[in-house]
């Protein structure tokens, strides 16, 4: 289950709505190798693919493939507008640390 707090959901709406997206538009996230702990998050509006799992929540969906899943499984999404930093955070509980900037991550240790 992927969650997202109210800012969240008001900003993503407010956006799907800037872009002039089109319906059934919502936030992919995903997760790649790189970023300063390993892997990194990806974020883009997009539509749902066949094998996606998306999430609904106050009229907004969050999709993650296939591939990503495991890494966000239990994630909460936020959105942060403050002087220092704005956009997504995640609060991911499948990371074994994250950077100072929060935009990438290392996951916890899979075990044998």
Do not use: W
């Not at 969240?8 to 970023?35: C, F, N, Y």
């Not at 998306?54 to 994630?75: A, F, H, K, N, T």
């Amino acid at each position: 289950m992927i969650s997202l707090t109210s800012s969240a959901i008001d900003h993503l709406k407010s956006l799907i709505a800037e872009k002039q997206a089109a319906p059934g538009t919502g936030l992919r996230l995903s997760v790649e190798k790189g970023g300063c702990a390993g892997f990194q998050y990806v974020m883009a509006l997009d539509h749902s693919k066949e094998g996606d799992a998306v999430y609904e929540q106050e009229g907004v969906s969050v999709i993650i493939g296939p591939d990503s899943l495991s890494y966000l499984r239990g994630c909460e999404i936020d959105y942060v507008d403050s002087l220092a930093d704005s956009g997504f955070k995640l609060n991911n509980p499948n990371a074994a640390r994250s950077c100072g900037c929060g935009t990438s991550f290392e996951p916890q240790p899979t075990e044998n």
